[in-house]
């Protein structure tokens, strides 16, 4: 059964036709990525199935219930949390401050400090800096503490957006590492990335959006085969 099924969606922005009946399935336990040049659509899918942008067709279904035209709270509180490209963490709040926050819809205070302790056997980097301020954080710091904070909310399906953008290449595979090991765990992913190398290394499925719709779609392994996406996406190597 899948987990989320994202269905002929199209969102439009003004004049601009930026999802054009946009389609994929995201199955439960699943990583899969979602590949594409820049301004493909990737984000406004992101933001789409997290109530961001009002899509003006088609639908988005998460295990069976209709979340097109749901308030993102409610999308939250369903179990999909999005964690958007940029990392956003609170740069004068400390790392246990940014943590916290992510339990904001979470009314068992209790549950939102094991949630927390989670993270920090997780990612003990972040419990030594407990204190730290989130803007004094290394670029990679500040992308886990984002995620950290995502598992907060206590996701079912994490969307991620470019979450190695501008990380150096070791930082880039302990971010995967991480996103492998929270899926390990349970959560299912959809992981938005220009790093396709990276992406499909963890990934189960992956596809390619080109103008707002999926191009190709399939297993991980064949689509790092695949003669167009090496050559598009893989730098031809
Ligand atoms: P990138 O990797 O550059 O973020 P992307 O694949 O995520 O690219 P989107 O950001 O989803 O692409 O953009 C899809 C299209 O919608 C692009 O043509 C973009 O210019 C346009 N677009 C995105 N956001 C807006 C907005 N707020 N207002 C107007 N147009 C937008």
Redesign the pocket.
């Known amino acids: 059964m899948a987990a989320l099924e994202v269905d002929a969606l199209d969102?439009h922005?003004?004049g601009?036709h930026?999802?054009r009946g946009m389609s994929l399935t995201v199955g439960d336990g699943e990583i899969v990525a979602l590949l594409?040049?820049?301004?493909?659509?990737?984000?406004?899918?992101?933001?789409a199935v997290s109530g961001l942008?009002r899509p003006s067709g088609g639908r988005v279904v998460f295990d069976g219930a209709d979340l097109t035209r749901a308030r993102p709270e409610a999308i939250v509180r369903a179990g999909l949390v999005h964690v958007p490209?940029g990392r956003r963490v609170f740069s004068t709040l400390s790392v246990h401050e940014n943590l916290l926050i992510g339990g904001y819809l979470v009314r068992d205070k209790a549950e939102t400090r094991r949630r927390v302790e989670r993270v920090y056997g997780l990612l003990p980097r972040l419990a030594e800096r407990r204190g730290q301020q989130g803007g004094t954080l290394s670029g990679g710091e500040q992308q886990m503490l984002a995620i950290g904070r995502a598992l907060v909310s206590g996701p079912r399906l994490l969307l991620l957006?470019?979450p190695s953008m501008g990380l150096a290449p070791l930082v880039v595979a302990s971010v995967m590492e991480l996103v492998r090991e929270i899926n390990d765990e349970g959560v299912s992913v959809l992981l938005?990335e220009?790093n396709a190398k990276a992406a499909l290394k963890i990934a189960h499925r992956g596809y390619v959006?080109e103008n707002?719709a999926c191009v190709l779609g399939g297993p991980a392994g064949e689509l790092r085969g695949d003669p167009r996406v090496v050559e598009a996406y893989l730098g031809g190597v």
């Open positions: 969102v922005y003004g601009v930026a999802l594409g040049n820049n301004g493909a659509g990737k984000t406004t899918t992101l933001s942008v490209e957006d470019e938005v220009q959006i707002g």
